[in-house]
């Protein structure tokens, strides 16, 4: 990785239904909202990557409605901002976000499956674009869409990272989540 950046082309994006390949990322308990198993308000969802892309497929619980049958924003922005996150820990390196751009295409409902996909577009010294989409996977309509822009962990707050969360893949079947408190 130069100064000058590394522009990637995006990824496809795999058709509705499909059977993503691919390995799950599993780290240390925690409680972030969005993946954090010890979280009991969060979102618990299960992350993949294929070494390309960073995904999760769920259908959302009621109670993180906005409209009655439709996810608040703050949720998709959430999700959209978590799976780009993990595209650059994926890369091998942490990042804060420091920009968050979402288009808001069609209503999300909640209870029906979604699949949530984030990537790299382009990776700098200390700077990382990110794009994703939120995607429902019954029609393959793209519902949501998002770039991003990540800060680099320096690299002794990266090694701290890595210790406390021990960030690993594991081969694993893609199933279904419903994310929602249990």
Known sequence: MTSEGLVVEPPP?????ATEIGRRFRI????????????????RIALHTDGERTWTRLRLDPGFQGWDGIAHG????????????WSVI??????VTARLAVDFKRPVETGR?????????ELHRRIIRTAGQVVD???GEVLATAEATFMAAPPERLEE???RYRPRLEA???TDTVAGPA
């Open 13 to 17: 994006v795999g058709a509705a239904g």
């Open 28 to 43: 240390e308990p925690h409680r972030c909202f969005a993946c954090g198993e010890l979280n009991e308000h969060g979102l």
């Open 74 to 85: 703050g949720i998709v922005c959430t999700l959209l901002d978590e799976v780009m996150a």
């Open 90 to 95: 994926g890369r091998g390196t942490w990042g």
């Open 113 to 121: 499956e979604i699949r949530a996909v984030g990537w790299v577009t």
């Open 137 to 139: 996977e019954a029609s």
């Open 161 to 163: 990272l890595q210790a």
């Open 172 to 174: 694993d079947d893609i």
